[in-house]
């Protein structure tokens, strides 16, 4: 499954797959959880969290993004 990730009606970032984060205030990491732990998804680059409705606030950005299931078509297309 491929997704695009959506602030403001702006695609921010597409993903291939999606991996459940939390942070660690403790020593600022974005440590990998299960759904039920989770505060954001992964950035496809790996620095970031996109915080999506429905999961517990992610302090570093609590905006929310929307996630949207796409083809791989206009995946190959907006991974450009």
């Not at 797959?17 to 939390?22: A, E």
């Not at 409705?53 to 609590?62: A, M, Q, S, V």
Request: glycine fraction near 4%.
């Amino acid at each position: 499954m491929y997704y695009k990730v959506i602030k403001n009606d702006e695609v921010v970032d597409v993903l291939n797959h999606i991996l459940y984060i939390k942070y660690q205030e403790k020593h600022s990491l974005l440590l990998l959880c299960d759904i039920t732990e989770a505060q954001a998804i992964l950035s496809s680059d790996g620095k970031y969290g996109w915080h999506i409705e429905g999961l517990y606030n992610f302090p570093p950005d609590n905006d929310i993004y929307a996630i949207k299931e796409i083809s791989k078509y206009e995946y190959d297309k907006l991974k450009r």
